[in-house]
């Protein structure tokens, strides 16, 4: 992975998710219309199915390190891209979808009820991730009075905030970390190796102001995105989980 995000963990990704306030098409020439005009631009996402709720997927293989995927679902569209070679790759990509949802899918700058943009950092890890993220990220009394606890183990561990980024609170950034420790795994003391995820998100809601574009504001998303992440994620969170990682 020559990405700048590469070198910091096992996977990564860069997804756009538009939730809508109105139902989208289902109709099965729809549908496969603006699938396949996507395939155009990607011909190696060529796997189309149905889920059993019925959501619409295209995708290609996921054996692939690097894969794209797109989704319908009722209220939601979904583009994601796995391990892109550049941030801007992923980002062609849920551009193309955000031009074609007005015409294609009828999806109006009216319909917004949320814009997306979200950067996930996936690490490797057999061991009580609910632990190891306390251990990383557990500081402060609250936490420390009870890990202190004789004989206690750590059984969720998830560190979320969000904060907003304007007055009106329409823009919003959102970190949170991710485990897959459970119960069962503790009481066994057997841990399969998962991903630990982060997941960084800023994200718009409410319909969009007159003359502006889908493709405008998730610009401006991912400007936000970079320098958040740059100025204060990478360094104080991505950085610190890997390392804490590597040393166990």
Excluded at 40 to 46: F, G, L, Q, V
Excluded at 109 to 119: G, K, S, T
Excluded at 225 to 231: C, F, H, V
Aim: aromatic fraction near 10%; charge should be negative; include cysteine.
């Amino acid at each position: 992975m020559t990405s700048m995000y590469g070198n910091l963990c096992d996977d990564f990704f860069i997804n756009m998710n538009l939730n809508t306030e109105m139902s989208l098409p289902t109709e099965r020439e729809t549908v496969l219309h603006f699938f396949e005009r996507i395939q155009k631009a990607y011909p190696s996402m060529r796997n189309f199915y149905t889920r059993d709720n019925g959501d619409f997927v295209l995708e290609e293989d996921k054996d692939q390190e690097q894969h794209r995927w797109i989704s319908i679902e009722p209220r939601r569209i979904c583009s994601g891209c796995m391990n892109p070679l550049t941030p801007q790759a992923a980002m062609e990509q849920h551009q193309l979808v955000l031009q074609l949802i007005p015409y294609m899918l009828s999806v109006s700058p009216l319909d917004c009820e949320a814009l997306d943009y979200l950067v996930g950092f996936d690490f490797n890890y057999q061991g009580n991730h609910n632990a190891l993220v306390a251990e990383v990220f557990g500081g402060g009394l609250v936490c420390s009075s009870l890990k202190d606890i004789a004989g206690a183990e750590t059984l969720s561990f998830e560190p979320s905030i969000t904060i907003a980024l304007d007055e009106s609170c329409r823009r919003q950034a959102r970190l949170a970390i991710e485990t897959r420790t459970s119960a069962y795994h503790v009481r066994r003391q057997d841990y399969p190796e998962e991903p630990i995820s982060v997941y960084f998100t800023v994200r718009q809601y409410g319909s969009l102001p007159p003359e502006t574009s889908y493709e405008q504001v998730l610009a401006e998303l991912q400007q936000e995105s970079d320098g958040i992440l740059q100025d204060n994620v990478l360094d104080n969170i991505v950085r610190p989980l890997a390392q804490a990682i590597s040393t166990h």
